[in-house]
């Protein structure tokens, strides 16, 4: 079995009864849909489901879970993600799927965020991974400019499988930023870059997970709580 399906499911087993919980996107979160699916099956938990994609949405329909309407939830008690990049003071890069918009707004709330990572993607400091930033389609040449420009980093458009321009689920480009490692001003860069007219949402979840779960290669599973 996969690591990342190993570490996943032990995830799972961090939901109970009457729970309401965030379904997170990305290859990782998908093997933990399912196991929301066998749980409700097995154990009849009475659980409160949203998705933070429509692939994931897609995917727990097809595993028979019944999903809420996000509009009708305030708080979530936990939800289950992956990320791209995480450092050791839990500060996230995310967006690698596309997803970042409603994965954000999806952890705000969210009083146990759990993200479920192999060990490659844990690091001593951000950056290597391009930062996903989420822009208004409207002029996005100019946005992706002045973005370079401000940042003095390589700013790309994402593309789909036909070249075309990657759109989200909530009608976004994507700008992947080049930075680096280090990324530069921790404190500030993630308001720096939403700053900048056009940017809808930053890649960037910084104290947002309350705990880790990593999967290594040998099939062991470790869970870490955020440092105080
Ligand atoms: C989706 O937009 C992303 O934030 C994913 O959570 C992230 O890219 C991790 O994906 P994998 O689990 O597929 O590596």
Same mark, same amino acid.
């Given at each position: 079995v996969n690591p990342k399906q190993i570490a996943a499911e032990h995830a799972v087993t961090l939901i109970k009864d009457g729970m309401s919980v965030g379904l997170g996107s990305g290859t990782t979160a998908a093997y933990a849909i399912p196991a929301v699916a066998r749980r409700i099956e097995t154990e009849g938990l009475r659980l409160r489901c949203v998705a933070t994609s429509k692939a994931s949405a897609h995917l727990a329909h097809a595993n028979g879970i019944k999903l809420s309407s996000w509009d009708s939830i305030e708080t979530l008690d936990i939800t289950i993600d992956g990320a791209d990049e995480i450092d050791p003071e839990f500060r996230i890069i995310k967006g690698g799927g596309g997803a970042l918009v409603r994965e954000k707004l999806v952890a705000t709330v969210t009083a146990d965020e759990v993200i479920v990572v192999h060990? &490659?993607? /844990?690091?001593? &400091? /951000?950056?290597a991974f391009p930062v996903p930033v989420a822009v208004v389609p409207f002029g996005w040449p100019s946005t992706r400019r002045r973005l370079a420009e401000k940042f003095g980093c390589e700013v790309s458009i994402r593309r789909d499988a036909s070249g075309d321009a990657f759109t989200s689920d909530d009608g976004m480009h994507i700008l992947d930023m080049a930075f680096g490692a280090p990324l530069p001003r921790l404190d500030t860069i993630e308001n720096e870059i939403r700053s900048?007219?056009?940017?809808?949402?930053?890649?960037l979840f910084f104290g947002l997970c309350h705990h880790l779960v990593v999967a290594h290669s040998d099939g062991s599973v470790e869970v870490k709580a955020a440092p105080k």
């Open positions: 060990s &490659a993607k /844990l690091t001593e &400091a /951000l950056g900048v007219v056009g940017v809808v949402e930053v890649g």
